[in-house]
């Protein structure tokens, strides 16, 4: 009989994560009963596919993602999120639904977009592990196995790591590649590079990241952020099996840039820092000024106003930096990330009794 822990209900405070859930580290995948109610972690594994016009490759992602799911012998539920397609992905989602038990079916009112359409399906899943994978079978659902088997290990989250992506151009490969260097180098948070949302995280994991309310979710870095133990698992991405990506030039951008916002501060402390440099730099220029003056030498008209305009714009950006500072706390206030994710919690023991 499967062990079946609390609901958990977003909150939205400040205050710590306690992520270990009842018999977390049991990874058994018992069969789960026949007629039994399903309740939150009941499921051994859900898998959350985001969709937005996928119409062509939804019958063939049921059933890769059906075949590999009964091969793994575990109870579970495949939780489609419909993120407000115009073609007829709604359809059939619906008739996937009606054919199929394990099948869920999220429907968006509109596109909200593919970060939030994961959110969503972590908010719904009920396994004890969640694996997000896309819909366009880029991502091959018979990685999934494995990446159950390292969480059997003891990881809490398994991420595939691209070591060859098919069927994209060079532009493509370079701007991604580029981006997870960039956001390494920026920020101070250990996100893996040459990844994506395929990955498989525990129901703990889930947990910490459903109480999080940020509002430009992005997800990757959020799951690297909560921390727990993470490992990767190498795999070659393959060409779309039909339609076109829906990542436009744009909607790239978008992400990328709730990417570096979400988790750096740097560009915004860059200010002050370029700022102080002008400042130092016009200073140092006045003086030398001030130096030949009283030598009696002449000194360009040109050089002292570009040493005084560098002085005034230099502190303004070092006043630009000054707010942003202040600015940066609010920000922290607002979005609301906890102080700490508890991974366990070992409280002391009562005493036995009385020694005699």
Same mark, same amino acid.
């Given at each position: 009989?499967?062990?079946?822990?609390?609901?958990?209900?977003?909150?939205?405070?400040? %205050?710590?994560?306690?992520?270990?859930?009842?018999?977390?580290?049991?990874?058994?995948?018992?069969?789960?009963?026949?007629?039994?109610?399903?309740?939150?972690?009941?499921?051994?594994?859900?898998?959350?596919?985001?969709?937005?016009?996928?119409?062509?490759? +939804?019958?063939?992602?049921?059933?890769? +993602?059906?075949?590999?799911?009964?091969?793994?012998?575990?109870?579970?539920?495949?939780?489609?999120?419909?993120?407000?397609?115009?073609?007829?992905?709604? %359809?059939?989602?619906?008739?996937?639904?009606?054919?199929?038990?394990?099948?869920?079916?999220?429907?968006?009112? %509109?596109?909200?977009?593919?970060?939030?359409?994961?959110?969503?399906?972590?908010?719904?899943? %009920?396994?004890?592990?969640?694996?997000?994978?896309?819909?366009?079978?880029?991502?091959?659902?018979?990685?999934?196995?494995? +990446?159950?088997?390292?969480?059997?290990?003891?990881?809490?989250?398994?991420?595939?790591?691209?070591?060859?992506?098919?069927?994209e151009g060079a532009l493509k490969r370079w701007s991604a590649a580029l981006f997870y260097r960039l956001l390494r180098m920026l920020t101070d948070v250990p996100i893996p590079m040459d990844t994506?949302?395929?990955?498989?995280?525990?129901?703990?994991?889930?947990?910490?990241?459903?109480?999080?309310?940020?509002?430009?979710?992005?997800?990757?870095? +959020?799951?690297?952020?909560?921390?727990?133990r993470q490992t990767a698992v190498q795999f070659v991405r393959d060409a779309r099996q039909a339609g076109k990506t829906k990542y436009s030039l744009r909607k790239m951008l978008s992400l990328a840039a709730d990417g570096v916002l979400s988790f750096s501060d740097r560009p915004l402390r860059l200010t002050g820092y370029v700022g102080g440099a002008v400042v130092a730099t016009s200073i140092a220029a006045l003086i030398g000024v001030a130096s030949a003056a009283s030598l009696g030498r002449s000194v360009p008209l040109w050089f002292t106003l570009l040493a005084a305009l560098g002085m005034l714009h230099g502190v303004t950006l070092l006043a630009l930096g000054l707010g942003g500072a202040y600015l940066l706390r609010i920000y922290d206030e607002v979005r609301g990330r906890p102080l700490y994710v508890l991974a366990g919690h070992l409280p002391p023991r009562e005493p036995d009794g009385d020694p005699t």
């Open positions: 009989m499967l062990s079946t822990p609390s609901q958990s209900t977003p909150h939205y405070s400040r %205050r710590p994560i306690d992520a270990m859930s009842p018999r977390s580290s049991d990874r058994t995948l018992p069969a789960r009963p026949v007629g039994r109610p399903i309740e939150d972690g009941s499921v051994d594994v859900s898998v959350v596919i985001p969709v937005f016009n996928e119409e062509e490759v +939804l019958f063939a992602t049921s059933s890769r +993602l059906t075949k590999v799911m009964q091969a793994l012998g575990a109870s579970y539920e495949l939780l489609f999120v419909d993120d407000g397609s115009t073609d007829g992905s709604e %359809r059939i989602l619906e008739q996937l639904q009606v054919q199929d038990e394990h099948v869920g079916v999220l429907r968006f009112s %509109r596109n909200f977009g593919h970060q939030i359409a994961i959110t969503a399906g972590l908010e719904h899943a %009920r396994g004890r592990a969640i694996v997000v994978i896309d819909a366009d079978l880029q991502d091959p659902p018979e990685l999934i196995p494995e +990446l159950v088997a390292r969480w059997r290990e003891g990881y809490e989250v398994v991420y595939g790591r691209r070591i060859e992506r098919r069927g994506g949302d395929f990955r498989l995280i525990d129901r703990k994991v889930r947990d910490a990241l459903v109480q999080m309310p940020e509002q430009h979710r992005f997800v990757r870095g +959020l799951v690297a952020w909560v921390g727990f």
